[in-house]
């Protein structure tokens, strides 16, 4: 347990005291739900004082009532051969899902999971979740694991060769969400993971992943365009030795969103790479907050992030590096930028570095600024009309962020979505 004085238990009371559990589960799973909500009762609900949330005001995840508001669904992967799961409002529906089996893959609703006494699930589940608790306590995604009971088991024992999709829709334009999906990629198993959709007004979601010895797992999701969306989401990522994780995520519209991923090496020779772009105007609030902890030798880890922000948008991004003792070899990178199309938006960072290893090569920047007006004038000299002159730069900017993704299909379905949402603006 998180030995941290407790702010404001009677918020944490009053945040668990606002979901409604589900059945109870296994003896395994109610201990780890029980001590996660000691847990978040010991720490409070987040608070804006607080240092990693004074960039952003968790004030309306935190809420009685989510923000209702008219959300716009806009599929995105549908051209790509998946396995589709289909969560309405949060909550799992098979009959507008597929077939839960695959290849190589076993696949299970997390309701069942928790109710089996013995599963691999009480491995992982809550677990990675507590192991991020440290040095930054993540009130949020201690709630997930408190009162979650909706989400997906996901165990990749081979190469997977459909990816499988998360299918996000909204009926209630009030609804409160919390999901909490599991995910273990064995030793030499490959897994892409997909995600798309308007899921609720207010989402909270995680997921535990845990990839072994030369697994590898792919994660490309795309958020939008339903504004009035307000999402917290985690990702606690865990590697063995020559691991690989990549992970993307475009963020288009979103009143306010923060996606937090913390990744741990365990293991030598791996590899984890964290990208998102993100494009917003109004009041649009976009927050990427980003834990890496090198604890392996020889290990790689990317961090790309780009903002387009415009009209008074705000675009956060908090990222650090932890080099452990022994951790030699080290190759760490991180780059965060926003791009401002006025004078109204603001991009706020907080790169950090902490290194106790003395053979690494880690590196961190941060920039802001608007267009490159020598770019610009180029293109105006050449007959391009201003606004497509304005959307060639912008997606040039985002584009080092979208080269994350390996699989070329994907990366070309997230420049199209970038695309649009540049069409459907001035």
Known sequence: MVAVKAKNPVDAAGLIARHTLGKPGAKWAEAVRQSARERLMAVGAPQRRDEYWRFTNPAKLVADTARAGVMEADPVFEGIDALVLTFVDGVFDPAHSDALEGENLEIQPLTEALESDIHWAGELFGKLEERGQTPVPRELATLNTAVASEGMVIRATGNVARPVRFNYIHSDESSDAVLHNLVRVDAGAELTV??????????????????????????????????????????????????????????????????????????DDAVAHVAGASIGEGDFHHDDTVFVTHDGVNCESRQVFKKVLKSGATGVFQGKILVKEGAQKTDGYQISQGLLLDDDSQFLAKPELEIYADDVACSHGSTCGGLDETGLFYLLSRGVPRKDATNMLVIAFLDEAVQEIEDEALAETIRERIGGWLARRG
């Open 194 to 267: 997909l995600e798309n959709g308007p899921a609720a007004a207010r989402f909270n979601k995680m997921f535990e992943i845990d990839i072994a010895e030369g697994g590898a797992l792919h994660h490309v999701r795309a958020q939008g365009r339903d504004h009035e969306r307000q999402a917290f989401t985690a990702m606690f990522t865990r590697l063995a030795a020559e691991a690989t994780y990549k992970s993307f995520t475009l963020t288009v519209n979103g009143v306010l969103t923060r996606n937090e991923q913390v990744v741990e090496f365990t293991g």
